[in-house]
Each structure stands twice: as C-alpha cells, then as structure tokens.
C-alpha cells in the first residue's frame, strides 16, 4: 500500500459585509480590490492535525451580492467571473413570488391559512384564484 498527499481545492465562501457601492458590480470590485486572499489563506493558522498546510489557489467561481437592507434576499444577485447576473429564479417563478408575496400583504395573516389549503389540496383553485378583499384592521 502506498502513502499519498492529496490536496483538496475547496471552494469556500469569504463575506465582506458594509461595502458601499453604485451596483452590484461596483460592490464586487470594490470587495475584490479590499480583500488579499492569499494573506487571509495562506498564513491563516491550521487547527486540524490532519492537515499540514493550506493556501489560496489563485480561483474564484463567481460572486454573491446582498444588499444589507434586503432582508427577504429578493434583490440577491449571482454573477460570474466577468460580472454577468445568473438568475436565481426564472421569469415564471419571480412573477409567481411576487404575486404570492402581494396576496399575503393585502390579505393579511389568514391568507396563509388560504395559501396552505391550496397548496395542499384541501381546497379547489390555484394561484388564479387568490383573491381577497383587504381586510380591515
């Protein structure tokens, strides 16, 4: 039997949160110009015994961006390496979360009672039937 090392180039997820910017773009170029990945990785103390050393290897896969106001993640947009929006829903789905999350707004708590039973099946309709007189507080 032989001995091996084996590296494992590990993907990891570094946040830089408060970044202040125009965009997205100009908040990941602003986080990429602020953060030195080798400094943060290669000199970074290793805890675990069984591994002897470990550095930044040179890639980056693509890029998260929240805006820290946004609390439901609606405005959270993936980009790749050259900046370019992959959608994280599609068209169908936005529109369907959109109008759900304004059915829930204007109905009030019970629409959650309304959206369970037809999600589940214990009522007929579908999205096309949630409608709802604003309830009076």
Not at 55 to 63: L, M, P, S, V
Not at 101 to 111: I, L, Q
């Amino acid at each position: 039997m032989a001995t091996h090392d084996v590296h494992v180039y590990a993907v990891v997820r570094v946040k830089l949160p408060g970044i202040d910017s125009v965009d997205h773009l100009d908040a990941i170029n602003k986080a990429v110009d602020q953060l030195d990945l080798h400094e943060t990785f290669d000199r970074m103390p290793v805890s675990d015994p069984r591994v002897s050393e470990m550095e930044y290897a040179d890639e980056i896969a693509g890029y998260l961006v929240d805006d820290t106001e946004d609390r439901d993640y609606e405005d959270s947009t993936f980009h790749t390496l050259s900046g370019e929006v992959i959608p994280l829903r599609t068209p169908a789905e936005a529109a369907l979360s959109a109008r759900l999350k304004d059915y829930v707004e204007t109905c009030g708590p019970a629409a959650l009672i309304r959206l369970g039973s037809l999600l589940f099946g214990t009522e007929d309709g579908g999205v096309q039937a949630l409608q709802c007189e604003k309830e009076s507080v």
